[in-house]
């Protein structure tokens, strides 16, 4: 994996974790500061919690496909590398035969 893959995956995962914590907390600061009685509380928290959850699954989804692209990227390179080494162990193996 190259710095600007393992970049791509590491900025796709912090926005998406960054995203979801920020809404969980935002979600959390708004509610304590909102004078409701509590059975208004309750449906405005599983109404915001479902609106945000929503929001946040967009973000792993990014995430977890840049993750996806990542560990692709990777498994090529080593199975090229792979490739080269055995061709180099070939080449080795008929020089030390001559």
Not at 66 to 90: D, F, P, Q, V
Request: glycine share 12%; charged share 35%; net charge negative.
């Amino acid at each position: 994996m190259t710095n600007a893959e393992e970049r791509g995956f590491s900025s796709g995962l912090a926005v998406g974790l960054g995203f979801s914590m920020g809404l969980i907390i935002g979600l959390a600061i708004g509610l304590l500061y909102a004078p409701k009685p509590g059975k208004e509380l309750r449906e405005e928290i599983r109404t915001k919690g479902s609106e945000y959850i929503e929001k946040s699954k967009g973000s792993w989804q990014v995430a977890m496909e840049k993750a996806k692209e990542g560990i692709e990227t990777g498994r090529s390179k080593i199975e090229e590398l792979s490739e080269r080494l055995k061709e180099s162990a070939t080449k080795i193996e008929e020089e030390v035969e001559r």
